[in-house]
């Protein structure tokens, strides 16, 4: 099965507000795009991907994700995360009403190619399925089948959210890239031990990033 991938993200200038103990509000923006970079990159060179739609207003992070392959979808609804992929997957299904969709994070700069595609495959066995983030609270992936709405519905606890609204939770081993999301200076620590692509890693090296 080959996957279109939603990918939103919210403008630059207000992301990673929980990275203020590490990254400065000048850092912040690129940091956030960096992170996007480098998950879009990956998940382009992902087999099981077909193509990657990202839903944002922010005109540079736009011709910075456009430049590496990706279709930009604007933020029409502009009413938050669940408007902005919903408005995404039905985009993409105006085209290609059967297609497989996926909502992805766009803080994912570890992320490994054939950790998605593994991911994406066990998905592929139910008409909806979610991965948990490494904190086991969040989601960090959420697909729907042909013939399945995505039916998004992140935030808080969005792991409890999205099994109580039947989608299956994936289990599968040896997936870490795709969990570690981004949020804290512990978070990115974490994603740097595991290895982040090469635009995070030089906008880090920028960062005093403490121990503890």
Known sequence: MQWTLVIPLKPLARAKSRLADTATDGLRPGLALAFAQDTVAAALACQAVKDVAVVTDDAVAGRELAALGARIVPDTPQSGLNAALRHGASVVRVSRPESA?????????A???LELSR???????FPRAFLADAAAVGTTLLAAAPGSELAPVFGPDSRARHAASGAVELRPAGVESVRQDVDTGADLRTALALGVGPRTAAAAARLLIPDQ
Not at 101 to 109: E, F, I, K, M, S
């Open 111 to 113: 992320l490994r190619p």
């Open 119 to 125: 991911v994406l495959d066990a998905a592929a066995e």
């Open 101 to 109: 969709v996926a909502a992805l994070n766009a803080d994912l700069p």
